[in-house]
């Protein structure tokens, strides 16, 4: 395991017990909207130094880009991308479905993805080159070819009003061609559970690059594909994505391509 992969990992599981503990007294959390439907808890920022400070222990001339925190620019071109706890509204209100992602970018690639759900114990982890795992298991996407038995992953754009209106041309295309979609409220859970083959793709828009850096290495390790809603390569900086198996993907891709 590479050492870097190591620390993500140490620094997600003391995240996660502090967040498992938190969530036994949700009523002593304090709160506050960052913007329209878009919260933070104090549990939030606390696991956020948690990490911090377990990697910066680590690798201390290493570059941080958090969540909540923002960006600590180093010396060295290594950046952690952190989001502590990728799901925060689910985490209020009690449903159990919520995780820590961490990603490690090196130049404009990102080399090592962890993604820790502390309610069920499962740890998604990647390197580049090295393949992905699941509770130190092999992973790999689905095999499934046929769209009309796929069971997709999605995301409501709720932080941003425009983006509603074309989300919702491409939701209403997909509907009628699919077995299933789940809108869960975790995007780096929903990238995992792609990985491992739990769902069959899935697709986003207006994400934030937190949200999906960890994801990017575990779909890609999987032997999953992914993009942008056109194609392309610009979700680390749009934060509209699509990842899925290879051939639930390119159905996937020219669905929600087509007009």
């Known amino acids: ?19 498992m503990h938190s969530s036994e ?15 933070v808890t104090d549990v939030d920022r606390t696991a956020e130094k948690i990490i911090i400070d ?13 969540e909540e925190s923002g960006e600590l620019t180093q010396a060295d071109d290594t950046q952690w991308i952190i989001d502590p706890l990728d799901g ?9 479905h919520y995780a820590v992602s961490i990603g490690v970018r090196q130049g404009r690639k990102i080399e090592h993805g962890v993604i820790y759900d502390p309610v069920r114990n499962d740890l998604f982890t990647a390197s580049r ?9 092999r992973m790999r996407v689905s095999q499934q070819n046929n ?41 780096a859970l929903d990238m995992a559970y792609v990985a491992a083959g739990h769902l069959d793709a899935y697709w986003e828009m207006g994400l934030n690059i937190w949200d999906i850096a960890a994801g990017v290495v575990l779909i890609r ?7 942008d809603l056109q194609g ?12 899925g198996n290879p051939k639930i993907f390119k159905q996937l891709l020219q669905i929600l391509k087509s007009e």
Do not use: W
């Open 88 to 96: 925060t509204t689910n985490f209020i209100h009690g449903f159990p």
């Open 1 to 19: 395991m590479h050492p870097y992969l190591n620390i993500a990992i140490t620094a997600a599981r003391k995240a996660g017990d502090y967040i």
């Open 232 to 243: 392309g390569e610009s979700h680390l900086e749009t934060g509209d994505i699509l990842v």
């Open 25 to 39: 007294n949700l009523d002593r959390i304090y709160t506050e909207e960052k913007q329209a439907h878009d919260y």
């Open 221 to 227: 390790e999987a032997g999953g594909f992914i993009s």
């Open 54 to 66: 377990t990697i910066l222990q680590a690798y201390p001339q290493h570059s941080i880009l958090a």
């Open 129 to 137: 080159g090295q393949g992905a795992q699941l509770n130190n298991r």
């Open 147 to 187: 769209m009309d038995h796929a069971l997709l992953g999605t995301g409501f754009p709720f932080r941003c009003e425009a983006l509603i209106e074309p989300y919702m041309k491409g939701f209403q295309k997909v509907i009628p061609r699919v077995s299933g979609i789940r809108r869960a409220g975790s995007a």
